[in-house]
């Protein structure tokens, strides 16, 4: 089996690392060339694509794929892969597509509970761009007769990103605005969600979220005192100094439900909650 990455980030990095061994060939793409080097000294064929043009190169390797992820966000003018790639996808037919997508296109519920048929009423222009892109990708399914499965993933963190992080650079904040709950993925969880679903092709909506949507303060004051450090004063929402893109983080509340991923994808998680994580993270990051 061939693997072909568009996007090689920090999600789908843990899924290539996730699947590595079921794959004899994986190749992707990035917009950097020195990270192309590297990707191509941990032995992933790295090719340049800047979002707007594939490179003969790009297309070659893409017509052996036979499992496709799509980690590229989409712009004002639509999905890049699609623009530039769907005729390739077409011709290649690959067995499995993926597509890292957002929980964001749910929009605001006001803290209540989420699933995948709840109809999307995205708030933010970048959850406007994935629900297009996700109808785009569905459309591309049912008329291709192609898999495309859609991941829906909450907050992610891991591994060099997370509130420890936070702590060590100075930046750590407890906000507080009253009923705000946040949901959030560990990218091992992501990756092991993803790969779960490698063993049953269908077109499918997932979301790709933990157990407990909580209080992004109460994320916060674990931290602390897993650190032995006292927590950061409480800071009201409102008086708060935050940028745009920020705030209106604050501006969606909602609880997003997993129940689908476990039902269907026989996917148990990891670290079911913030609580399970951040324990074994701490330990990497002393």
Known sequence: MRLFVFGIGFSSRAFIEEVRDQFHWI??????????ADLKAAGIEALLFDGE?????????LSNATHVLVSIAPGETGDPVLAACAPALQAARPVWIGYLSTVGVYGDHNGAWVD???VCKPVSKRSVQRVAAETAWLEFAAQNDLPVQIFRLSGIYGQGRNTFVNFQKNKARRLIKPGQVFNRIHVEDIAGAVAAS?????TRIYNVTDDMPAPP????????????????PEIAFETADLTPMARSFYGENKRVSNHRMKAELGYNLRYPTYKDSLP?????FL
């Open 116 to 118: 995948e048929d709840t």
């Open 53 to 61: 043009t594939a490179s003969a190169g790009l297309t070659d390797a």
């Open 27 to 36: 190749g992707g793409t990035t917009r950097s060339p020195d990270k192309a």
């Open 198 to 202: 490698l063993r049953k092709p269908m």
């Open 280 to 284: 074994v993270l701490i330990t990497n």
């Open 217 to 232: 303060q109460d994320v916060v004051v674990l931290a602390a005192s897993l650190l032995g450090v006292a927590p950061p």
